[in-house]
């Protein structure tokens, strides 16, 4: 069974700072979607950037960035520029690249992100 | 917005009840997921449905059960519900096929079970 961890409950980071996410899995497959979703306080889970494993290049969505190490079964968040809104609950979540319809996610325990002004 | 809707919002029973909770899906989505979110667990996938069907099974009890119906909209029924049931249950759904490989979440429904 595929398990991921983040072993890291809380951060906190200064406004305009950049902080750095961890998050390690286990799997035995060799291909697989990585992804990071942000929780607010609203409690809506928002998608904030996803990886395909079989992509060597590390996925960027703005000011959001990973640094996807393969071998080491590492999956980390870099924000930049931190802003205040950037303040949430953050999930690791692992998902097979089946080729059925059985999509379901493996979260990790979350890292809850605080943003200082 | 996602555009999964669940209903009702929050949730407060006794002990021993029975509720159900409503996910009406993306338009166009045919699989839908269920989630529980507690303090003790996590977030632990429930259980899948696709077109109608059930697709995948996580750590649902057996107290639990769901189903999907022909419009795509699905339920999660909870029994004889106990005091660790209370926590936020999510829906997501998506698209199967093709490249698409993100689910969109619905707010959640929060019970409380006194």
């Known amino acids: 069974a595929q398990t991921v961890t983040q072993s890291q409950p809380e951060m906190s980071v200064q406004e305009a700072e950049t902080v750095t996410l961890s998050c390690t899995y286990d799997?035995?497959?060799?291909?697989?979607?990585l992804f990071w979703y942000k929780q607010p306080p609203s409690r809506q889970m928002i998608l904030v950037i996803r990886?395909?494993?079989?992509?060597?290049q590390n996925a960027t969505e703005n000011r959001f960035s990973v640094n996807f190490q393969k071998a080491a079964k590492s999956f980390s968040l870099k924000i930049s520029d931190s802003q205040l809104g950037d303040a949430a609950m953050y999930f690791c979540?692992?998902?097979?690249?089946?080729?059925?319809?059985?999509?379901?996610?493996?979260f990790g325990s979350g890292t809850q992100l605080t943003v200082l002004p | 917005d996602s555009g999964v809707t669940q209903t009702p919002k929050h949730l407060i029973t006794a002990t021993g009840q029975r509720v159900t909770l409503r996910c009406s899906p993306r338009s166009g989505d045919l699989s839908v997921y269920w989630y529980q979110q507690s303090l003790d667990q996590g977030l632990q996938f429930l259980i899948q449905y696709y077109n109608g069907e059930e697709r995948a099974k996580g750590n649902i009890l057996e107290r639990f059960s769901a189903q999907q119906f022909p419009d795509l909209h699905s339920e999660l029924n909870l029994s004889s519900l106990e005091l660790g049931d209370s926590a936020l249950y999510f829906c997501?759904?998506?698209?199967?096929?093709?490249?698409?490989?993100?689910?969109?979440f619905g707010q959640g429904t929060r019970l409380t079970v006194v």
């Open positions: 990886q395909e494993a079989y992509k060597q």
């Open positions: 799997t035995s497959e060799s291909d697989y979607y």
């Open positions: 997501a759904s998506s698209v199967v096929g093709g490249s698409n490989t993100e689910a969109f």
């Open positions: 979540a692992y998902r097979r690249k089946s080729s059925g319809s059985a999509r379901q996610l493996t």
